[in-house]
């Protein structure tokens, strides 16, 4: 039983047009800028917080 046939003539000089202006540019939404969050917390606070999610994970 064959899966088809193979005709190597099919594969040579295949030339695809292709729409430029319908491409999609991934530099489309780019952005340059900053985040900031303010809490009341200390940083060992929120450390601390972490390492008890990490561990409610690993149960």
């Known amino acids: 039983m064959g899966f088809g046939s193979y005709d ?3 594969q040579q000089d295949q030339n695809v047009e292709t729409d430029d202006d319908g ?4 530099h489309e939404n780019d952005h340059d800028g900053a985040i900031t969050f303010d809490t009341e917390e200390s940083t060992e606070d929120l450390v601390g ?3 008890q ?3 409610d994970d690993e149960e």
């Open 49 to 51: 917080r972490l390492q």
């Open 8 to 10: 190597e003539s099919e």
């Open 23 to 26: 491409a999609v540019n991934v």
């Open 53 to 55: 999610m990490r561990e």
